[in-house]
């Protein structure tokens, strides 16, 4: 048939005709059916492609580190000197335990914890990356404030 014939054809019906069965259910399944041939070709292509982007940039990661300088320490790591001052256990408990604890034990509490702040403070100097002095020094200055707390009240 020849577009001529097929439009010579049209011009003759001359209205909308109604086919002889609903046409629906096979478009539906035909479209069902070509997207389902779609969705199952493209999975497998995107989940290879995902893997193969992960492990390219799993290497790329573990070469970086790889020929990454490694850094050189400049200083030694700090400890504490022996002859650094560290507040007595026994200071802490008459602190504690005996509200009136006597002025001169309170003092000398006060200078221990002085000159352990002190300390402290200077090993940070050397080592400023050094947590554990962080964490020493806030235990020396919250016994430094419980000690002068004590010795105001009494």
């Known amino acids: 048939m020849s577009e001529f014939e097929w439009r010579n054809g049209m011009r003759k019906v001359g209205g909308p005709v109604e086919p002889d069965r609903d046409l629906w259910p096979d478009i539906a399944s035909r479209i069902s ?8 070709s ?11 982007l992960v492990a ?26 022996a002859n650094t001052p560290v507040p007595k256990r026994v200071i802490n408990n ?17 200078d221990e914890l002085n000159d352990a702040s002190a300390s402290i403070q200077q090993a940070l100097e050397q080592r400023p990356d050094a947590v554990f002095l962080v964490n020493l020094l806030n235990k020396t200055n919250s016994q430094r404030l419980r000690v002068m707390k004590k010795s105001y009240a009494g």
Not at 33 to 40: G, P, T
Not at 42 to 47: C, E, K, L
Not at 57 to 81: D, I, K, M, R
């Open 33 to 40: 059916a070509v997207a389902q041939e779609k969705r199952s």
């Open 56 to 81: 390219s940039g799993a290497v790329l990661f573990a070469w970086q580190l790889q020929n990454q300088p490694v850094p050189q320490q400049t200083t030694q790591p700090t400890t504490l000197a």
């Open 94 to 110: 008459v602190v504690e335990n005996d509200e009136h604890a006597p002025r001169k034990v309170l003092a000398n509490a006060s």
């Open 42 to 52: 493209r999975v497998p292509a995107f989940a290879i492609a995902a893997g193969v």
